[in-house]
């Protein structure tokens, strides 16, 4: 049985994939700031057996030891790990703070690397794995009112490559999924402010966000769960240093 961790795995994206890989049989560790989200997951998915949950912040170092140390003391060696916790502003070089680059760029590239240093040394124990790192579809457009979080996500997106290539002698692959906007909390949060601040409804930038895309809709969080877990298993082998879009075709166009 093998083992993946995951941060940010209570909600969104990350509890979509901790879910995925419960179901195919793996073992899960998964780190959160929040609690009160993990346990209710937990409750849900019910095998105790397969998870363990420590809570922590990915811009605290010691706090990524910790839960990368209660996956492998619970599961043994740990075969991969999805960099997943992040955070999204609005903004622009003309109106951000000092404080709001510096939580982006601390959450966003600090709490990604330090996830992958705490990580990365028992996948190598293990001889090897895999390595997804949640990047976006701003590894590869631009987008308005994204300064900061388009900085961080195209960085993440430079980091699987160099990473790709220092971990191959490893036995180690690495590949970022890339997603457009996918209706999670985190999405749902951002809308819900401009929303008050633009005095609109949140439906209304619902609507607006589903007609960018071919489908009319945006992602669910499962749709991008199937390529976290493909890249994370063996079917993946031949796949390392990679961007994958999962984005409704919206790059394209």
Known sequence: MKTIFITGGSTGIGAASLK???REGWNVGFMDINRQAAMQLMDEVNCPEQLVFTEGN?????DIRKAVE??????GPLNSVFANAGIHRSNTILDI???ELD???QTNIYGTVNTLREAIPHIIDAG??????????????GKAHSFAYGLTKGALGQITRSLAIDLGPKNIRVNAVCAGTIHTPLVDKLFMKFAEENHCSVDDYWRQENALYMRGSVGKPEEVAEVVYFLASDASSFC?????LVDGGLVAG
């Open 20 to 22: 995925k890989f419960v």
């Open 128 to 141: 090897g794995g895999s390595i997804v790192i949640n990047a976006s579809d701003q590894w590869f457009v």
């Open 58 to 62: 990915t811009r605290t170092r010691s």
């Open 70 to 75: 209660n996956t492998v003391n619970k599961f």
């Open 103 to 105: 939580l982006i760029i």
């Open 97 to 99: 703070s000092d404080e």
């Open 240 to 244: 390392t240093g990679s961007h994958y």
